[in-house]
């Protein structure tokens, strides 16, 4: 089993910065990839960013490449979603994701345990 409670959301402005957290608990963290997923309202859940276990290795999602960096500190059980040059577009509902399996990948159905999310707004 693993926990996971994410926190850093809020309203931003068009352009600014927010950083979002993940804590984990309840496994080897370091053993366990882990994603970013966000669902604006009325649209599907998509896919955002995800890293190894170790940190080697990420994924972006084309329209978040270049202002989103993930990034985890593995002594600390918590995994970090930075956001630059927000945009309106990325106005969502952001939950983070663990995968087991250490496979960091973009498909949802990869990932076992999920958080309840943290809202995030961005006003043009």
């Known amino acids: 089993q693993v926990q996971l409670v994410e926190s850093g959301g809020g309203l931003v402005q068009a352009g600014g910065s927010l950083r979002l957290s993940c804590a984990a608990s309840g496994r080897t963290f370091s053993n366990v990839a882990m994603g970013w997923f966000r669902q604006a309202p009325g649209k599907d859940r998509e896919f955002v960013a995800t890293?190894?276990?170790?940190?080697?290795?990420?994924v972006y999602a084309a329209s978040v490449k270049g202002r989103f960096t993930i990034s985890r500190d593995n002594a600390k059980n918590t995994v970090y979603l930075h956001m630059n040059s927000l945009k309106p577009e990325d106005t969502a509902v952001y939950s983070c994701?663990?995968?087991?399996?250490?496979?960091?990948?973009?498909?949802?159905?990869?990932?076992?345990?999920w958080g309840q999310g943290t809202q995030v707004t961005v006003s043009s």
């Open positions: 994701a663990a995968d087991p399996t250490n496979q960091a990948m973009a498909i949802m159905t990869q990932y076992a345990y």
């Open positions: 890293i190894t276990g170790s940190g080697g290795y990420t």
